[in-house]
Nanobody
Framework: QVQLVESGGGLVQAGGSLRLSCAASGRTYGNYGWFRQAPGKEREFVAAIMWIGGYKYYSDSVKGRFTISKDNAKNTVYLQMNSLKPEDTAVYYC????????????????WGQGIQVTVSS
């Protein structure tokens, strides 16, 4: 089991940047990902980084604007979010330990508590 704690959320104007952090403890090896959930919507895939090969995957809506990375020495995963838009407003969740189907929320075994990101227009 992996324990995850997110930080770095907040309020930012459109066009601005934020960096989310996810500190992991426990069994820290495996895939890591970020999902988000806006009010009234389902939790959606944002980005993932694979344990084997370090491959990175992004949703079409964030590709080119967001970057996922991992500091293995600190057991911390980051989501750098640039050129933020009001539609990026959501609660962002860090996830760990997935199957091959990283884009599906139900394929991840561990979740953080979530952190609010609000982008004003």
């Amino acid at each position: 089991q992996v324990q995850l704690v997110e930080s770095g959320g907040g309020l930012v104007q459109a066009g601005g940047s934020l960096r989310l952090s996810c500190a992991a403890s426990g069994r820290t090896y495996g895939n890591y990902g970020w999902f988000r959930q806006a009010p009234g919507k389902e939790r959606e895939f944002v980005a993932a980084i694979m344990w084997i090969g370090g491959y990175k995957y992004y949703s079409d809506s964030v590709k080119g604007r967001f970057t996922i990375s991992k500091d293995n020495a600190k057991n911390t995963v980051y989501l750098q979010m640039n050129s933020l838009k009001p539609e990026d407003t959501a609660v962002y969740y860090c996830a760990a330990d997935s199957s091959t189907y990283y884009y599906a929320a139900d394929q991840w075994r561990s979740w953080g508590q979530g952190i609010q990101v609000t982008v004003s227009s």
